[in-house]
């Protein structure tokens, strides 16, 4: 099975800062890969899709990059919207769906 | 608009079978390409997907849960079950069911419902 790992599982920034998140696969998976965010008691909510795709209504300071084992998210210029807990997520088309362990981002 | 609602038992005790239901509206289970998968997510935990099922009626689980599983549909009613049988405390979670609009060839969850909490205990 692929394993994914999600770093950091925390960290605290401030407003306007920027910000990485990373997923690395232990097998090559092109760029089958998503990123979505999730607010406490909340549905989680998709940002990019297919590595670096940006989902419609998302706002552009939202990035995506990689292929093959490394995957980054980025978010430039931080905003208090954005205090949340953001996931990747790897799929096999109809077969599999794994998801990262997830990163909290903290206010600083 | 497209939306996804779960209902189900808040509480259910150890080694009893837990039936959840998915209503949704907005879209069909028909088409080829709509899938509709069950997610949960235990309290402060990372999501795990549970199951997946197709336009066609193909499914697909997680590996391991996949003895304790099963998902159908009714596409008459918009409706998606998902039961998990021998429950136990590991299970308490919040469970999700989640709209996949091409999963022929895209692993997109692009509508989720409000998530129900399950806890387990007796």
């Known amino acids: 099975d692929i394993q994914i790992t999600q770093s950091p599982s925390s960290l605290s920034a401030s407003v306007g800062d920027r910000v990485t998140i990373t997923c690395q696969t232990n097998q090559h998976i092109t760029n089958f890969l998503n990123w979505y965010q999730q607010k406490p008691g909340k549905a989680p909510k998709l940002l990019i899709y297919?590595?670096?795709n940006l989902e419609t209504g998302v706002p552009s300071r939202f990035s995506g990059s990689g292929f093959g084992t490394d995957f980054t998210l980025t978010i430039s210029g931080l905003q208090p919207d954005d205090f949340a807990t953001y996931y990747c997520q790897h799929y096999e088309n109809l077969v599999l769906y794994t998801f990262g362990q997830g990163t909290k981002v903290e206010i600083k | 608009q497209v939306t996804l609602r779960e209902s189900g038992p808040a509480l259910v005790k150890p080694t009893q079978t837990l039936t959840l239901t998915c209503t949704f509206s907005?879209?069909?289970?028909?088409?080829?390409?709509?899938?509709v998968a069950w997610i949960r997510q235990p309290p402060g935990k990372a999501l795990e997907w549970l199951a997946l099922?197709?336009?066609?009626?193909?499914?697909s689980y997680n590996t391991s849960l996949k003895t304790r599983l099963t998902i159908s549909k009714d596409t008459s009613k918009n409706q998606v079950v998902l039961t998990m049988t021998n429950m136990d405390p590991a299970d308490t979670a919040t469970y999700y069911c989640a709209r996949l609009p091409r999963c022929d060839y895209s692993g997109v969850f692009d509508s989720w419902g409000q998530g129900t909490l399950v806890t387990v205990s007796s």
């Open positions: 907005g879209f069909s289970l028909s088409p080829s390409g709509v899938c």
């Open positions: 297919d590595a670096s």
């Open positions: 099922i197709d336009w066609a009626g193909d499914r």
